[in-house]
């Protein structure tokens, strides 16, 4: 039985969580969410469809999906400002 979706603050909240403990993941999320909205969309259409050939959890596929949302891009974006010079996550 699968799990209910998480809201969109809760999206913005985990992906940001993981994002502030990696400093590789933050980078590649900033490039991500930086994406013109039909760009982000299909790459990460094209993501997904590669995470699903390696049977990828349904969790991991929701939050992808999530990415491709304006509202939720756009508040990771903001919680994920650039990194000031010598800051731990540049």
């Known amino acids: 039985?699968?799990?209910?979706?998480?809201?969109?603050d809760e999206y913005v909240d985990a992906i940001v969580r993981v994002a502030e403990r990696d400093a590789s993941v933050a980078r590649v999320v900033r490039e991500i969410?930086?994406?013109?909205?039909?760009?982000?969309s299909s790459a990460l259409d094209l993501v997904?469809?590669?995470?699903?050939?390696h049977a990828a959890a349904?969790?991991?596929i929701d939050c992808?999906?999530?990415?491709?949302?304006?509202?939720?891009?756009?508040?990771?974006?903001?919680?994920?400002?650039?990194?000031?010079?010598g800051?731990?996550?540049v």
């Open 1 to 8: 039985m699968a799990g209910q979706a998480l809201t969109p």
């Open 33 to 40: 969410v930086s994406l013109d909205a039909s760009v982000r």
């Open 48 to 53: 997904a469809a590669h995470l699903r050939v």
């Open 58 to 60: 349904r969790d991991v």
């Open 64 to 85: 992808i999906d999530a990415l491709k949302r304006d509202v939720v891009a756009e508040r990771i974006a903001a919680r994920l400002a650039a990194p000031r010079e």
């Open 87 to 89: 800051d731990a996550t």
